[in-house]
């Protein structure tokens, strides 16, 4: 089913100057991801479910909307096995969407559900329930083991996929500040984007015992090795240099930082 013209295929009123407050009717992407062999671009819409854009582009076709019957409120991330193109994707609420996100933190939410799209079968498979703002999802390189970044209760989630493994949940990583995006670079390592908290609600740190980083006061994004142990940090020199960033994508020697809240796109040498 192709999106409709009600949606965001009116380009005049979705151009993000006409009404800045029409994400609801234009849609908002949060995660992107392609398929490297299908050259598919799969689209977690915050909004419209997930989507997908075929190699020649065109209008993105949307693949999925609910899972079990129960409506996707907050499609937010995702990521891809290129081995059987299955995706694995975040519904960060069923009760909130992602324009009154505030709420799943203030009411300690935990409706987020960690799912899968099977394309040979065209179906949505429910993985986990009861997540607590489940953000970034990243694949290890070998496709053993999942990564879910949850937001409110600061922890990414490790868990092992497979024929009989997907219910077996570890922590990876306990985090000084909220966690967004997950992106895994060329040697397997992962960068979890942090939220500042600058004008957000923060945990204290006696309320929580977290990861300790000793070269930093500002941490804005953190690299970790498969095993969880840090590789490096960004400092975000209390907003002098980064603030607010919801992604690092490493790449070529290059770190692309985007966020989801400030106007740019940052690179810096990894």
């Given amino acids: 089913m192709e999106i409709d013209d009600v949606s965001n295929t009116d380009q005049k009123l979705c151009d993000g100057l006409t009404n800045k407050n029409l994400e609801s009717t234009c849609g908002r992407p949060l995660g992107l991801k392609f398929n490297t062999i299908t050259c598919d ?4 819409d915050a909004y419209f479910g997930l989507l997908a854009v075929g190699p020649r582009g065109g209008v993105a076709k949307q693949l999925a909307t609910s899972a079990e019957g ?3 409120r907050f499609t937010n991330a995702l990521d891809i096995d290129t081995k059987t193109g299955e995706v694995y994707f975040t519904d960060s609420s069923i009760l909130f969407q992602r324009r009154v996100y505030l ?3 203030l009411t300690g939410d935990r409706t987020g559900r960690l799912l899968k799209y099977v394309p040979s079968t065209q179906s949505v498979h429910v993985l986990l329930k009861g997540l607590a703002f489940p953000n970034g999802v990243a694949l290890s390189n070998d496709n ?3 990564l879910v970044a949850e937001s409110t209760t600061l922890k990414i989630l490790k868990i092992r996929v ?3 493994k997907t219910n077996i949940i570890e922590t990876f990583a306990q985090l000084p500040r909220s966690p967004d995006n997950i992106k ?3 040697k ?3 960068w979890v984007a942090l939220n500042s908290g600058r004008g957000l609600i923060s945990r204290s740190k006696n309320e929580i015992e977290t990861t300790h980083l000793p070269w930093t006061t500002d941490p804005v994004a953190i690299k970790f090795d498969e095993d969880g142990k840090i590789v490096e940090v960004l400092d975000g ?5 980064l603030d607010s960033v919801s992604e690092v994508e490493e790449h070529e020697g290059n770190l692309w930082i985007g966020s989801a809240v400030q106007p740019y796109v940052g690179v810096l040498k990894a």
């Fill in 41 to 44: 671009l799969y689209i977690a």
């Fill in 162 to 164: 497979g024929d009989s």
């Fill in 188 to 190: 397997g390592e992962f």
């Fill in 70 to 72: 129960v409506p996707f």
């Fill in 103 to 105: 709420p799943i933190i």
């Fill in 237 to 241: 020199e209390h907003g002098q240099q």
């Fill in 184 to 186: 895994r670079n060329a």
């Fill in 144 to 146: 053993s083991f999942l």
